[in-house]
C-alpha cells in the first residue's frame, strides 16, 4: 500500500512542492513547528532511515543541505534543524525546521497551517533557490 507521502509524490493528493528530482522531493509540512518547516522526502518508500541505500541517504543530505540554506535565508534563522522522527508515516523524512532556540524545534509546538501560509512560505524558498 502506498504512504501518504507516495500519494502527494504522484500527485494523488495536494503539497507545497520546494524540490524535486529523480530521488526526492521536498514539500512543505502541514502542521509546522515554524514558519519554513519543509520535510525532504525519498521518492523511493523506505520506512526506517537506516534502510536506506547508502547513495540515497547521501542524497538525501547534499538535498536537505541546499534547502537548509535556502530556509536560512527565507527565514532569517541562526539554524536549521534537522530531524528524523519517522514514527508518524512510515516512509523516511528528513525535518528541515528554522530555529532561533531550542524551543523552536519542539514538536509539541506544530499546529495545522493554512494553505496560504504554506503557499507563502514554499514561494520564499523557492525564490531563494531559484537564486543560485
Do not use: Y
Not at 534543524?81 to 528541515?96: D, R, W, Y
Not at 514554499?122 to 533557490?129: D, G, T
Amino acid at each position: 500500500m502506498s504512504t501518504l507521502f507516495t500519494k502527494i509524490i504522484q500527485g494523488e493528493l495536494p503539497s507545497h512542492f520546494v524540490w524535486e528530482d529523480e530521488q526526492a522531493v521536498a514539500i512543505m509540512t502541514i502542521a509546522p513547528i515554524q514558519a519554513g518547516h519543509v520535510l525532504v522526502i525519498p521518492r523511493q518508500e523506505v520506512d526506517h532511515w537506516d534502510d536506506l541505500p547508502e547513495a540515497l541517504a547521501a542524497h538525501l543530505m547534499a538535498v536537505s543541505q541546499t534547502i537548509a540554506k535556502a530556509i536560512k535565508k527565507a527565514f532569517s534563522c541562526q539554524r536549521v534543524s534537522m530531524m528524523i522522527i519517522g514514527l508518524e508515516v512510515p516512509h523516511t523524512h528528513l525535518h528541515l525546521v528554522p530555529i532561533n532556540t531550542m524551543e523552536d524545534a519542539n514538536f509539541g509546538n506544530a499546529k495545522m497551517a493554512e494553505q496560504e501560509e504554506l503557499a507563502a512560505s514554499a514561494e520564499k524558498i523557492r525564490a531563494v533557490l531559484a537564486e543560485n
